[in-house]
T-cell receptor, first 110, second 117 residues
Framework: DAKTTQPPSMDCAEGRAANLPCNHS???????VYWYRQIHSQGPQYIIH???NNETNEMASLIITEDRKSSTLILPHATLRDTAVYYC???????????FGAGTRLFVKA | KAGVTQTPRYLIKTRGQQVTLSCSPI?????VSWYQQTPGQGLQFLFE???????NKGNFPGRFSGRQFSNSRSEMNVSTLELGDSALYLC????????????????FGPGTRLTVL
């Protein structure tokens, strides 16, 4: 499974959009991009996933570049409760050996 | 629907002992994965079970083992505990399908915090 690279930390003002980048330059054609987040002392929580089209759900939007080598998770209106570690993961369809990297620690400030 | 439950939530053991952790997946989920989380190494994949069979395995020594029962409940065992085994052990369940849908979302439990003295 492809490896991902994320910035170690980011800040965002409350109410503003948080844009979290992820690099996955070795991604292959049958690998999806997934995002999870982990709020302190809790288990990770699934956010969104995508293959090549942009995706949106009630939590976030996922923008994947045309060459699929990078993606951005967008939290449109960040709140203090969005402060967490965000993990970008690449995984094949039907794959279950999920490799979490170090993730990005997002601090949402009032 | 009830979420993933893990027992116990906290555990203190001494070096050399063994420990068994338990995970009850969401009803209907057949896949259970185990992860170890430490401040230094982050979240690391241990293994995944599906229909009582280990389907995927991470890079952990043989002291770490697991099993899954016919009702999909899973246990993880660590023998001959070392100080470095102190960690948060997380269990995640999913439907476990390998084909058809493009992804099987994993639902994580609250974890078992193991301290080895």
């Amino acid at each position: 499974d492809a490896k991902t690279t994320q910035p170690p930390s980011m800040d965002c003002a409350e109410g503003r959009a948080a844009n979290l980048p992820c690099n996955h330059s070795t991604i292959s054609g049958n690998e999806y991009v997934y995002w999870y987040r982990q709020i302190h002392s809790q288990g990770p929580q699934y956010i969104i996933h995508g293959l090549k089209n942009n995706e949106t759900n009630e939590m976030a939007s996922l923008i994947i570049t045309e060459d699929r080598k990078s993606s951005t998770l967008i939290l449109p209106h960040a709140t203090l409760r969005d402060t967490a570690v965000y993990y970008c993961i690449v995984l094949k369809t039907g794959g279950f050996k999920t490799i979490f990297g170090a993730g990005t620690r997002l601090f949402v400030k009032a | 629907k009830a979420g993933v439950t893990q027992t116990p939530r906290y555990l203190i053991k001494t070096r050399g002992q063994q420990v068994t952790l338990s995970c009850s997946p969401i009803s209907g989920h057949r896949s259970v994965s185990w992860y170890q989380q430490t401040p230094g190494q982050g979240l690391q994949f241990l293994f995944e079970y599906f229909s009582e069979t280990q389907r995927n395995k991470g890079n952990f020594p043989g002291r770490f083992s697991g099993r899954q029962f016919s009702n999909s409940r899973s246990e993880m065992n660590v023998s001959t505990l070392e100080l470095g085994d102190s960690a948060l052990y997380l269990c995640a369940s999913s439907l476990g399908r390998k084909s058809g849908d493009n992804y099987n979302e994993q639902f994580f439990g609250p974890g078992t915090r193991l301290t080895v003295l």
